[in-house]
């Protein structure tokens, strides 16, 4: 059975920085593009930063120069990098398989002003 599990999520100052991963076990990760979203309350879940099978990468405005997503094929693994943190981003951020439409069960980040 496929398993998003995602960790590293906390609570950081304003202008800080955190690093979240996600490990991805029963899927063929190296075929599968993956995603990162983020859930803040009372709002939609949105689109933050996708990774190709290839590596190729895309942002959200809001957080372009600011986050970075990579993956380690060998590790089964997405991280998201993310520097310069504001209270915006306090979010629940959520690993996503497009491949399979499968969600992780969230990692809480929240940034302190």
């Known amino acids: 059975q496929v398993q998003l599990v995602e960790s590293g999520g906390g609570l950081v100052q304003h202008g800080g920085s955190l690093s979240i991963s996600c490990v991805a076990s029963?899927?063929?990760?190296?075929?599968?593009?993956m995603g990162w979203h983020r859930q803040a309350l009372g709002k939609q879940r949105e689109m933050v930063a996708t990774?190709?099978?290839?590596?190729?990468?895309n942002y959200a405005d809001s957080v372009k120069g600011r986050f970075a997503i990579s993956r380690d094929y060998a590790k089964n693994t997405v991280y998201l990098q993310m520097n310069s943190l504001n209270p915006e981003d306090t979010a629940v951020y959520y690993c996503?398989?497009?491949?399979?439409?499968?969600w992780g069960q969230g990692t809480q980040v929240t940034v302190s002003s």
């Open positions: 996503y398989d497009y491949e399979l439409g499968r």
């Open positions: 990774i190709s099978s290839g590596g190729r990468t």
């Open positions: 029963g899927s063929i990760f190296s075929s599968n593009d």
